[in-house]
């Protein structure tokens, strides 16, 4: 097989930022993806329906005119957040899921939340109402080890709160363990899970074997090759429970390469590309249509994109640039470490 046609994919989780990177990284989402839920964790956070809109609005500026992308947005669930104001954005229609970061997991977390009772009444009108909540499923107590951080998360947080409110839609984000696929696919069908591209490709020695290297460095931390062969077996599986969220997270060169480097994987250039060699690879070519178009779609009761895109097998391998230059300074693109042949046609 060296054509695909795959129904415009969508993205499930992207970080777009704001200001100069936004207009930077925007375009490299927009020319192969349809939607993308796109994360609220800016400075300071997309809290409100206000902020929302208003951050609806930039994205839109920042789009080049020849380009169509629909931003779906989130909001960052805060101590604070008031359920109303939730059901305000849940009847918009711009706003498609909560975003639940527990305080200091991750890029930007410290508004998040400390103590999920104080969201109760949010959570309870969100199960009402059907609006999903996204969770960065990591808990932050600095006695647990880094790697075991998503396995206590579904534990000790995600299980007893799905046991509370059984009606609340919910989607584990970016999993990156056995333990995340297999809680997944037990969930029913208010449980999905999203898997970025990036976790299909590298463990943890990709990020510290031979040299610490910090492009391959993000939140959830890459963990052993027998985690990445799960998610590879669950995202080509073909169950609904698993959709593309590539967390593609760009960070300037000088804060990646740094002492105290940043999480996350700039990957929107290349995902395309390496999911239909990822699939390939797993002799899995005819899921990847699931996984990109399909399921996350059908998990956010939206309708499946009616555009297509194409991707040809070719002999000579994909040349991408290896940075993206934005005003605030260069983001490496996430380099594969292997030749890739699927291009993506125009
Ligand atoms: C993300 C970011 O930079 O905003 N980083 C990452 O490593 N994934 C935050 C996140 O999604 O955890
Ligand atoms: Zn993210």
Redesign the pocket.
């Known amino acids: 097989m060296h054509q695909i046609t795959l129904p415009r994919p969508d993205d499930w ?1 992207l ?1 777009l930022r704001d200001g100069a990177m936004l207009q930077a990284v925007l375009p490299e989402t927009a020319r192969h993806f349809a939607r993308a839920i796109v ?1 609220p ?1 800016l400075v300071p956070p997309v809290v409100t329906l206000a902020d929302a809109q208003a951050y609806h609005s930039r994205i839109m500026a920042a789009l080049p005119r020849d380009m169509a992308f629909e931003p779906l947005m989130t909001l960052y669930l805060t101590e604070g957040t008031d359920p109303a104001d939730v059901a305000a954005a849940h009847a918009s229609g711009l706003v498609k899921a909560v975003k639940l ?1 527990p305080a200091g ?5 410290h508004s998040g939340v400390r103590d999920l009772t104080k969201v109760m009444p949010v959570l309870e009108k969100m199960a009402e109402i059907g609006l999903p909540l996204c969770t ?1 499923g990591e808990v932050t107590d600095p006695s647990v080890d880094i790697f075991d951080r998503e396995a206590v998360f579904i534990d000790t947080v995600l299980d007893p709160l799905r046991r509370r409110l059984p009606g609340l839609r919910l989607v584990m ?2 999993i990156t363990t056995e333990e995340g696929v297999a809680y997944a696919a037990e969930g029913g069908e208010n449980l999905a899970a999203t898997i970025t591209t990036h976790h299909l490709i590298i463990n943890r020695n990709h990020i510290l074997a031979g040299g610490i290297k910090p492009h391959y ?4 931390v890459a963990k052993r090759e027998k985690h990445r062969l799960a998610l590879r077996k669950a995202a080509t599986s073909g169950s609904p429970r698993y959709f593309l969220g590539t ?1 593609s ?3 300037v060169d000088a804060l990646k390469e740094h002492a105290c480097g ?4 700039f990957t929107a250039t290349n995902t395309l590309s390496l999911l239909a060699h990822v699939f390939e690879e797993e002799g899995a070519l005819d899921k990847l249509a699931g996984f990109t178009s399909l399921n996350g779609p059908a998990f956010y009761r939206l309708p499946v994109n009616t555009a297509t895109i194409r991707l040809e097998k070719r002999a000579e391998p994909c040349i991408w640039p290896e940075k993206i230059v934005a005003d605030a300074g260069p983001v490496t693109v996430f380099n594969p470490g292997f030749p890739v042949h699927w291009h993506v046609l125009p």
Do not use: R, V
């Open positions: 989780h970080h994360m964790n970061y997991a991750t890029t930007n977390s960065h984000e970016h460095y993000c939140l959830p967390d997270a760009p960070h940043c999480a996350g994987c």
